[in-house]
């Protein structure tokens, strides 16, 4: 049974590596100073109809290859426009949280449980998730002082349902997609008034939802 569990645990760990060789190794090839919005958008129109297809699963994958999401968004915007960019990249950033969120739960579930009494935050994170796990996914979803990404592993970790889960990541994308698509929209007329209200929108879902934290949290201090 011993020998069983580590070979199991070895199995797991080496998936694990595999998949980070593969983001690093993408990185590093390709170089992420080349894949620019433009580049990328010019890679997506040339698939034609196929092209929104590309785009979702190159989203899904982006936390595998530990490329920076707003690149894609931008070229999401630039390719689809605001309206069809911020859907597809909805579409494309659930899958990839899910894909994160599955990850996690084959490989270290039972696992979290070994650390929740070394480090205080962790058992914070796993009470909130256990107590209100919607709330707290919605929250940490639109606060933009959470990483995505591993927002996205810790949940897996978590006792969150995986339907409250998928739900608050969805709603919790929305706003912030789609300034980001606005914004990329209008990278093809830099300085226009499109451009301008952009800026003006991604500020916007930027820091009012920092903004409210901060002044909850003084308030409660």
Same mark, same amino acid.
């Given at each position: 049974?011993?020998?069983?569990?580590?070979?199991?645990? $070895?199995?797991?760990? !080496?998936?694990?590596?595999?998949?980070?060789?593969?983001?690093?190794?993408?990185?590093?090839?390709? !170089?992420?100073?080349?894949?620019?919005? =433009?580049?990328?958008?010019?890679?997506?129109?040339?698939?034609?109809?196929?092209?929104?297809?590309?785009?979702?699963?190159?989203?899904?994958?982006?936390?595998?290859?530990?490329?920076?999401?707003?690149?894609?968004?931008?070229? !999401?915007?630039?390719?689809?426009?605001?309206?069809?960019?911020?859907? *597809?990249?909805?579409?494309?950033?659930? @899958?990839?949280?899910?894909?994160?969120?599955?990850?996690?739960?084959? @490989?270290?579930?039972?696992?979290?449980?070994? *650390?929740?009494?070394?480090?205080?935050? &962790?058992?914070?994170? =796993?009470?909130?998730?256990?107590?209100?796990?919607?709330?707290?996914?919605?929250?940490?979803?639109?606060?933009?002082?959470?990483?995505?990404?591993?927002?996205? *592993? &810790?949940?897996?970790?978590?006792?969150?349902?995986?339907?409250?889960?998928?739900? $608050?990541?969805?709603?919790?994308?929305?706003?912030?997609?789609?300034?980001?698509?606005?914004?990329?929209?209008?990278? &093809?007329?830099?300085?226009?008034?499109?451009?301008?209200? !952009?800026?003006?929108? $991604?500020?916007?879902?930027?820091?009012?939802?920092?903004? *409210?934290?901060?002044?909850?949290?003084?308030?409660?201090?």
């Amino acid at each position: 049974m011993m020998m069983l569990c580590e070979k199991k645990s $070895a199995m797991k760990a !080496g998936f694990l590596l595999v998949l980070v060789f593969l983001g690093l190794s993408f990185v590093h090839v390709v !170089g992420v100073s080349r894949l620019t919005p =433009e580049s990328i958008r010019n890679v997506i129109v040339s698939f034609g109809w196929w092209g929104p297809v590309m785009y979702v699963f190159m989203y899904s994958i982006r936390p595998l290859l530990l490329f920076p999401a707003i690149i894609l968004t931008l070229a !999401g915007g630039l390719a689809f426009g605001p309206w069809w960019g911020t859907i *597809y990249v909805v579409v494309g950033g659930v @899958l990839g949280a899910c894909l994160c969120f599955g990850i996690a739960r084959l @490989l270290g579930r039972k696992k979290m449980q070994k *650390y929740l009494s070394k480090f205080s935050y &962790l058992q914070i994170f =796993e009470s909130k998730m256990a107590a209100n796990g919607f709330r707290t996914m919605l929250f940490m979803r639109i606060v933009p002082i959470f990483p995505y990404d591993p927002v996205s *592993y &810790l949940a897996g970790l978590s006792k969150i349902r995986f339907r409250d889960y998928v739900l $608050a990541t969805t709603l919790g994308m929305i706003p912030g997609a789609f300034a980001y698509n606005v914004l990329g929209y209008s990278l &093809l007329d830099i300085f226009s008034s499109t451009f301008l209200f !952009g800026i003006a929108l $991604a500020a916007l879902v930027f820091f009012t939802p920092l903004a *409210y934290h901060l002044l909850n949290k003084n308030r409660r201090v």
